[in-house]
């Protein structure tokens, strides 16, 4: 159930989909694109961006850690977590 909910293909369609929405508020709302484009708030913009990656990365690494360990293979967990 998790990888068709947070699988790599769903992930980054709603990340592209989030963005293409961004770009297409932007283009249609004036003060939007300049709130967004301020300095002091394109890092923010980023920094949703970054988070939502990483936050889907950990995700998907526990996962396969909890696939490892329903297995029984707890080495494998260790040696995933090492590299």
Known sequence: MY???FGVPLFLVVLVLSVVFLFVGC????????IV???D???????MI????FTWFALDQAHQNDELLKKGDRVGVLKRMQR
């Open 50 to 53: 970054v988070f939502a990656f």
């Open 27 to 34: 283009a249609l709302s004036h003060n939007l694109y300049l």
């Open 41 to 47: 708030n394109v890092p923010i913009v980023l920094m």
């Open 3 to 5: 990888r068709r909910i």
């Open 37 to 39: 484009t301020k300095p």
